[in-house]
């Protein structure tokens, strides 16, 4: 594979997102806990770039993390934690969430006791994930949504790095051996003018053949990758988010410790995962390219029935 070309600073992207929040916003989750009728978004998106003016730790504890980190590393954790204070507000005023008013522009976001996933305000949930410059991170309140998951990729993987991915079985996704993957209506792409680009919503998309190509791939600016790169990249980017999810709905003996111990498959309009140790909890991975970015995002209900998805 020919070197990569260096990523820009991320404004196209930023730009795609923005078109995509409500989409994501209004991704269905099975939330049980909510009556009927009660519509809205259940999660929000939050957005930020590294190296944003007005953007700095809060607080001694995010202080305390960029001290120790190289200034690169430093400005991620920042552009992180400032994505995910957006989404607090933007959560704030939904059903179960703290009252409209209260502002988490200075909440301070540690790390949990794990050292690895962010520590929310009480009755909060959320995820977070920086790529290329560019941080997302979703939150919704915790009376409604027992997990989230959430990750951007700006550039995709080498083919060789499949076996650190994808099980025996699951690299047939690659290749199309493994049949259809499905239709791909809602897998669009959303670029610079905002809104989505055409899609594979037709008969044809429903090849696995055409999976690659889901969007028409317009942002990837000239990145030489073939069509299993592309297949990888998206479930890469796929397991990751339902990862980050499962690490919070799973028992810890459960839980996965690598990206091999989350099963995957492609269902219609995205992909159904799962813990290996812990299958019962199937999660839906939301999936949508941005301006040549992959994004995928999920969530689970406060309350799931074991079998079903969540």
Not at 225 to 241: I, Q
């Amino acid at each position: 594979m020919p070197p990569k070309a260096p990523l820009d600073d991320g404004a196209g992207v930023v730009r795609a997102l923005l078109a995509l929040r409500p989409v994501v916003e209004a991704a269905p989750l099975v939330v049980e806990a909510v009556p009927p009728g009660e519509g809205g978004a259940r999660f929000a998106l939050g957005l930020a770039t590294v190296g944003e003016p007005g953007l700095g730790p809060v607080g001694p504890a995010e202080q305390r993390v960029c001290a120790g980190r190289l200034p690169r590393r430093a400005q991620e954790f920042v552009a992180g934690r400032g994505a995910l204070r957006r989404a607090l507000a933007r959560a704030s005023g939904l059903p179960g969430g703290a009252d409209a008013e209260i502002s988490y522009a200075d909440a301070e976001i540690p790390y949990e006791a794990d050292g690895v996933r962010p520590r929310l305000p009480d009755g909060w949930v959320g995820s977070l994930s920086h790529s290329g410059g560019v941080a997302v991170a979703l939150a919704a309140p915790a009376a409604h949504c027992a997990g989230l998951g959430v990750d951007l990729e700006r550039s995709p993987l080498p083919l060789a790095a499949r076996r650190v991915v994808l099980t025996r079985d699951e690299q047939g996704f690659l290749d199309g051996e493994f049949g259809e993957f499905g239709e791909y209506g809602e897998f669009g792409e959303y670029g610079e003018h905002g809104g989505a680009a055409e899609s594979c919503g037709s008969g044809e998309a429903a090849g696995l053949g055409d999976f690659g190509d889901v969007g028409g791939l317009g942002g990837l600016g000239g990145t030489e990758t073939g069509v299993p790169e592309r297949r990888l990249w998206v479930l890469f980017s796929a397991k990751e988010s339902a990862y980050k999810a499962l690490y919070g709905l799973v028992e810890p003996s459960q839980r996965p410790t690598t990206l091999l111990g989350v099963g995957i498959r492609p269902v219609p309009g995205g992909f159904a995962a799962w813990a290996r140790r812990a299958p019962e909890r199937v999660l839906h991975v939301h999936a949508r390219w941005a301006q040549g970015a992959v994004l995928t995002w999920t969530g689970a209900a406060t309350k799931c029935r074991p079998g079903r998805a969540c």
